[in-house]
Nanobody, 128 residues
Framework: VQLQASGGGLVQAGGSLSLSCAAS????????LGWFRQAPGKEREFVAV???????YYATSVRGRFTISRDKAKNTVHLQMDRLKPEDTAVYYC???????????????????????WGKGTLVTVSS
């Protein structure tokens, strides 16, 4: 699977940004699509994921502010980020995996749900 992310940039705290990612490379992929991020000096962390069947999971730190969605026809995934905070500053990675997050995630997030395919990151900077 190839993943090409777009969007990102610089925004003031409280503002909004949208990320998009186009997945390609498999004829009939039913992968889960998601987003991870890595802030400067920190480890990569899970942000959000949407399964092929439409189940959605968020990290507690973004729930209520970020919205993930996918377009099956176009094989794309989007991340709408609202009420951004300086601590949201990070490189955001589009990800995909054949594992259904239903078996790995809960309402509190997806600890331990590693995703196999990663795109190049896109930088989101939130100024205070």
């Amino acid at each position: 699977v190839q993943l090409q992310a777009s969007g990102g940039g610089l925004v003031q705290a409280g503002g909004s940004l949208s990320l998009s990612c186009a997945a390609s490379g498999r004829a009939s992929s039913k992968d889960a699509l998601g987003w991870f991020r890595q802030a400067p000096g920190k480890e990569r962390e899970f942000v959000a994921v949407v399964s092929w069947s439409g189940n959605i999971y968020y990290a507690t730190s973004v729930r209520g502010r970020f919205t993930i969605s996918r377009d099956k026809a176009k094989n794309t995934v989007h991340l709408q980020m609202d009420r951004l905070k300086p601590e949201d500053t990070a490189v955001y990675y589009c990800t995909a995996d054949s594992k259904d997050p239903y078996y790995y995630c809960s309402g509190s997030g997806c600890d331990g749900y590693g995703m196999h395919y990663w795109g190049k990151g896109t930088l989101v900077t939130v100024s205070s």
